[in-house]
């Protein structure tokens, strides 16, 4: 039989609701006041607690938050007077089941407290541990997955991190490359040396040019003092050239010669550099058919690919995302001092038959979104909303309407270019206006990326 504890201060209502529940079969405790609740809390955990939001002694938020302190499982419901958006926000962030207007409504009433106690036993009887405790546990840049196309990984990334060879490291967007750049950074020689970035499609082909190989004072109008590029910048460690497929055929040129020759003048410059840092270039392309097509300079694609990292996309290795899920849970819990403990079978087991377009990222975005819906300490399936017509566009699907297909490339445009709507505007070649009514009219929601 479940236990259900009712505290509030007016004995009408305490009367009222135990009557009505005795009559349901629950097993009824009651309490007059915040303080005898706590008491009979840690005597005797009931399943479900039904707490006044306004008492006397104590509000029902700090009983809520006595409750999740004994036992974090037991379920909460709110009773409140009035609509007060404050507390009720609260509530929920605290983890309240839900909250329930007086008067009450009767048939309501029963119907929530059914699913309260129905959604406790779910999560109990079909839920997998997150953990036990989180406090000290590393969570930094580490590299998740035990199938063998990860432990090929690791163990390239082993050979390699002590030698400064350069690497190539080739996979679709969101596999994790840029992660597997800092382990491998931070594994080896390098790892008291600096760590520089460059994302190659996001500065024109002169800015690039400055960016990486420095400019002395004069170079170009704007040149107003001499200025290190990246390759200066990164001194004994490494330079991470991002999207590397996308620098002009200029940029390839001069890049082939840093890589034969370990030297580069600034630009304007006279005076020739060594290149000291190891270089590690992503590309979510084929370079090989840019290769072919002529895209891509074959010599320079040789020297780049001497030594290559394949990270496989999230479909195929579809065993790893347990191990994911309780990874990024942990990290989200710490990041958003949430205290999520368990996943039920049933959200696992949709997140490891989805597809995974946007691959690793999108994983740890959905389980982002899901931790902020589940008021509770437990992610259940209501909770994982997958874009399952994201990748349906470049697919065969010929069911989808164009509404449907314009919200999903629209929400796409948005997550690529990090919601910077200018950026947005120009891809989709629409006005200001349009995107926002588009936003609004296909209820397009970012979904922010916690990764650093
Ligand atoms: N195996 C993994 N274990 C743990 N976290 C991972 C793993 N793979 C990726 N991630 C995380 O997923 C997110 C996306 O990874 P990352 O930015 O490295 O992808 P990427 O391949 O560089 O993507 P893009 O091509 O879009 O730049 C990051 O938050 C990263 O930490
Ligand atoms: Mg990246």
């Known amino acids: 039989m479940d236990t259900i504890l009712i505290i509030d201060d007016d004995e009408y209502t305490r009367e ?22 706590i008491k009979i809390i840690s005597e005797t955990t009931p399943d479900l607690i039904i707490t006044d939001l306004r008492m006397p002694d104590m509000t029902g938020i700090d009983v809520l938050q006595k409750a999740r302190e004994i036992d974090p499982s037991i379920q909460v419901l709110l009773i409140t007077a009035f609509e007060d958006m404050q507390s009720i926000i609260k509530a929920m962030q605290m983890g309240a089941y839900d909250y329930i207007e007086k008067p009450l409504e009767i048939e309501l009433f029963g ?16 839920a997998i541990s997150i953990f036990e405790d989180t406090k000290d546990i590393k969570l930094g840049d580490s590299i998740v997955g035990k199938t063998p196309a990860i432990k090929q990984i690791f163990k390239k ?13 080739q996979g679709e967007s969101g596999t994790g490359k840029e992660l597997i750049t800092k ?18 499609t996001a500065l024109t082909e002169s800015l690039l040019e400055s960016e990486l190989f420095g400019h002395v004072k004069g170079a170009f109008t704007g040149a107003i003092r001499d200025k290190k590029g990246k390759f200066e910048l990164a001194e004994e460690g490494t330079v991470f050239l991002d999207e590397i497929s996308e620098i002009s055929t200029k940029l390839q040129a001069k890049l082939l010669r840093v890589l034969q020759e370990k030297e580069f003048e600034r630009v304007g410059g006279e005076s020739t550099i060594p290149m000291k840092a190891r270089i590690i270039a992503a590309t979510n392309k084929n370079l090989a ?28 290795r579809k065993e790893d995302i347990p ?14 001092h949430k205290n999520v403990r368990k996943i039920t079978y049933e959200a696992m087991e949709l997140l490891q038959n989805y597809n995974w377009v946007g691959n690793v990222r999108e994983l740890e975005n959905t389980l ?23 990748h349906i566009i470049s697919g065969n699907d010929v069911n989808l309407s164009l509404a449907q297909i314009e919200a999903v490339h629209i929400k796409r445009v ?24 588009k936003i609004k009219e296909y209820k397009i929601e970012r979904v922010s990326n916690i990764a650093d």
């Open 16 to 37: 009222f609701i135990y009557m009505y529940l005795t009559d349901l079969k629950y097993k009824v405790l009651l309490a007059g006041t915040g303080t005898e609740g």
């Open 111 to 126: 119907h929530t407290i059914k699913r309260a106690l129905e959604s406790k036993k779910l999560s109990e009887r079909m």
């Open 157 to 169: 990334i082993g050979k390699i991190s002590n030698s400064k060879v350069n690497v190539l490291i």
């Open 183 to 200: 382990v491998i950074h931070h594994t080896g020689v390098t790892k008291n040396q600096p760590l520089v970035a460059v994302n190659c």
């Open 289 to 316: 058919e840019l290769v072919e097509s002529g895209q891509f300079r074959e010599d320079l694609f040789y020297r780049l690919k001497v030594f290559t990292i394949e990270v496989p996309p999230l479909r195929e």
């Open 323 to 336: 191990d994911l899920v309780v990874h990024f849970l942990k990290k989200i819990n710490r990041d958003l």
């Open 368 to 390: 982002l979104q899901a931790v902020v819906l589940a008021n509770g300490n437990v992610v259940e399936k209501e909770h994982i909303l997958l874009h399952s017509n994201s």
């Open 414 to 437: 948005l997550e690529k270019v990090n919601w910077e709507k200018k950026k947005a505007l120009e891809i989709l070649g629409i006005s200001k206006p349009t995107l926002n009514s």
